[in-house]
T-cell receptor
Framework: DTGVSQDPRHKITKRGQNVTFRCDPI?????LYWYRQTLGQGPEFLTY????????KSRLLSDRFSAERPKGSFSTLEIQRTEQGDSAMYLC???????????????FGQGTRLTVV | GESVGLHLPTLSVQEGDNSIINCAYSNSASDYFIWYKQESGKGPQFIIDIRSNMDKRQGQRVTVLLNKTVKHLSLQIAATQPGDSAVYFCAEIFQGGKLIFGQGTELSVKP
């Protein structure tokens, strides 16, 4: 499977614990995005990387959230001191840098569903 | 701020009928839009895109129409099939490839 891969698919954690999610993008894609999606809503942008550089962070990304992409390949999203409001689907997407029409298409992974109890 | 929204949260159609899903956007400077399909438990899947220099774009069984005057997008699905049942989102691409999604329309296809 050469699509975007996310791990784990599901995570249940107790409030206050730290969690880390991993995303493996499509190998030739230099852009990687993280989104959060709650039930009945569209995905909300959190942050994105071009290669290993984190170029933009949403105001939704509080200081409890940190994302890394150390070698410009896979990425991790860590949430410290989880709260019940963090319960959501965390989606990762990757794309090539926009160029010709269609090159900017972002491919999404299956997501990691986080439940904070 | 910028926002992309949808007119109807749910749409139910009979198998074989055509479906039309609508979307309004607020940023008149937007120049690139995408429709995504999301099935339960899965990530969004690209359907079709359109740039602001076009009014219409066709794919396989899908057509996207863009009306820049009223800042409105629509997705037309021809001969809707049960496999088309999903939530459909329009999204606007911003600098860096960041996507701003609307709330979504749930399409239900009755056999």
């Amino acid at each position: 499977d050469t699509g975007v891969s996310q791990d784990p698919r599901h995570k249940i954690t107790k409030r206050g614990q730290n969690v880390t999610f991993r995303c493996d993008p499509i190998s030739e894609h230099n852009r990687l995005y993280w989104y959060r999606q709650t039930l009945g809503q569209g995905p909300e942008f959190l942050t994105y990387f071009q290669n290993e550089a984190q170029l933009e962070k949403s105001r939704l990304l509080s200081d409890r959230f940190s994302a890394e992409r150390p070698k410009g390949s896979f990425s991790t999203l860590e949430i410290q001191r989880t709260e019940q409001g963090d319960s959501a689907m965390y989606l990762c997407a990757s794309s090539r840098s926009p160029g010709r029409t269609g090159d900017a298409e972002a491919f999404f992974g299956q997501g990691t569903r986080l439940t904070v109890v | 701020g910028e926002s992309v929204g949808l007119h109807l949260p749910t749409l139910s159609v009979q198998e074989g009928d055509n479906s039309i899903i609508n979307c309004a956007y607020s940023n008149s400077a937007s120049d690139y839009f995408i429709w995504y399909k999301q099935e339960s438990g899965k990530g969004p899947q690209f359907i079709i895109d359109i740039r602001s220099n076009m009014d219409k774009r066709q794919g396989q069984r899908v057509t996207v129409l863009l009306n820049k005057t009223v800042k409105h997008l629509s997705l037309q699905i021809a001969a809707t099939q049960p496999g088309d049942s999903a939530v459909y989102f329009c999204a606007e691409i911003f600098q860096g490839g960041k996507l701003i999604f609307g709330q979504g329309t749930e399409l239900s296809v009755k056999p």
